[in-house]
């Protein structure tokens, strides 16, 4: 046992993300202890069930009492509460990381309270499904995928590493990048997405209830993937949201001017414009389809 | 032999749906000989390659005489000067059906070439991939999927029960429903989360190119979807938004208006807004997954 690079891990939160985590902390043996902290009663006891952990509670700072590897696994609202409350407890020479999708904001509520000798990894493993909660999660949600680590200045080294080591061990291609620039290459690549997912099937859900029986009848390969992306979790989202307000809306404007471009040459019967187009887009599927993405 | 349904087929156009059901009317033998129309020579010389038919010709007058089915499976924008060219070679008692997504435009296209004792029965298969070609196609593509027809007043009946029949050989299920209708369900369930998908894949293209190169690199899960939708077939597409227009334009019109909603709940930060829409759309998944079509 004592080859386990860590001897007691933390995971705040467990849902898909940290469950996952915890799956492959078994399968690679990589933790003596994991602890598991929920808001409530019934998904830690869930947890021990799927034997994700070796002890659990409630309270967070009961949690990462004399944890050297603490991962935050909550909607980004619960960052500041659960940062204040841990402070206290956390043992010098140990790492918190995180595994949300907002990294400028983790870091706005997280890092002022981390004491010294405690180093905060700010990360962001970027694989996903639209389920959650613990039985969502499975040790390969992480393969070939992408994490960003986004570390701050002054940052250790050896933690750094030792969260590098953490994602590639659940099978992951790690790199870093500046928060500010993983935040905004974010907000198109998935928060935009999602973002529009939610709208067009919000649209659907307010159609006429005759119409709206029929959507759901006769969804087709579009709306169908829509409802699926629309589906995730909505407390996680409404926080990414709320806390990559800045990107978003940026990103957002981006994607008026050109719907609304489009629009107009759908209206004044433009072909070759939405040709154009049509043929460009299809020129990126294949850069993602060669970059091992798809 | 004489066990066949059709004597001769006629397939105008052998992309993804006219290949695919090639393909079924062999595995069914249902049809003594199949003719395929394409306007390239190559194709048509691929099309003979996967066997997919027993003649070929470039000119759809050819190919549809002495047919007792023909498929109408072009872009459809070709569909009038296709029926004006078949017109006088189309045999007494014949069915002529098509495969497009908007079926006011077939009708408008079609039915005014259609001959006194033939049998125009416009149709919609469901069902699709990003791909296209006669390579692209495959027998299961309409496995369980649905095909709307939409007979116009007067129809045939007979005629009808022909070409539903063969969609559910090709194991469709089959509704019949009026075209306007069709129209207006398809722009929501298909049209506009395309057109969104061309939008946002656009926008992404037109970023500086630093930020563009990572878009692709870390493409998580919304964006990826969306790029396989936003690689779908130019002009197929063009056609369908230029055919469709005030149905598209109605459900865009909705839609941006949601959206409009949205973006100002995020710069105001009004989660509970966000929440709420996030909870509404996660219950439309469930509808849809409960119906079968996931």
């Known amino acids: 046992m004592t080859d386990s690079p860590f001897s007691r891990v933390a995971l705040i939160g467990i849902g898909l993300i940290n469950s996952s985590l915890a799956r492959v902390l078994r399968r690679e043996s990589m933790a003596q202890e994991i602890v598991v902290c929920a808001r409530q009663q019934a998904t830690i006891d869930r947890a021990r069930e799927l034997n994700l952990c070796d002890a659990a509670t409630l309270d967070p700072a009961a949690a990462v009492e004399g944890a050297d590897l603490v991962v935050l696994g909550t909607p980004l609202s619960a960052y500041r509460p659960i940062a204040e409350r841990i402070s206290g407890a956390l043992k010098s020479g140990a790492i918190v990381t995180d595994v949300g999708s907002v990294k400028q904001g983790a870091i706005r509520d997280v890092a002022p309270s ?27 949600l992480f393969n070939d995928r992408w994490c960003i680590l986004t570390p701050t200045p002054g940052t250790d080294p050896g933690a750094l590493s030792t969260v590098m080591a953490l994602w590639q061990s659940a099978g992951m291609r790690v790199v870093t990048m500046d928060p500010e620039h993983h935040d905004l290459v974010l907000a198109i690549t998935s928060h935009l997405p999602h973002l529009i997912a939610y709208t067009i ?56 001017e050109d719907l609304t471009a489009l629009q107009r040459a759908i209206r004044w019967g433009e072909g070759q414009k939405l040709e154009d187009l049509f043929t460009r887009t299809r020129a990126i599927r294949r850069s993602i389809v060669e970059a091992h993405q798809a």
Chains 1, 2 share one sequence.
């Open 114 to 140: 981390i004491p010294p000798g405690v180093h905060f990894i700010p990360g962001h493993p970027v694989s996903g499904t639209e389920r959650s909660g613990p039985d969502a999660g499975f040790a390969e």
């Open 201 to 256: 099937v919000g649209t659907a859900t307010d159609l006429e209830d005759t119409l709206k029986s029929e959507v759901i009848k006769f969804s087709a390969g579009g709306f169908r993937d829509f409802t699926r992306i629309a589906a995730s979790d909505p407390v996680m989202w409404r926080d990414i949201f709320l806390n990559n307000r800045e990107a978003v809306l940026e990103m957002l404007q981006r994607f008026s």
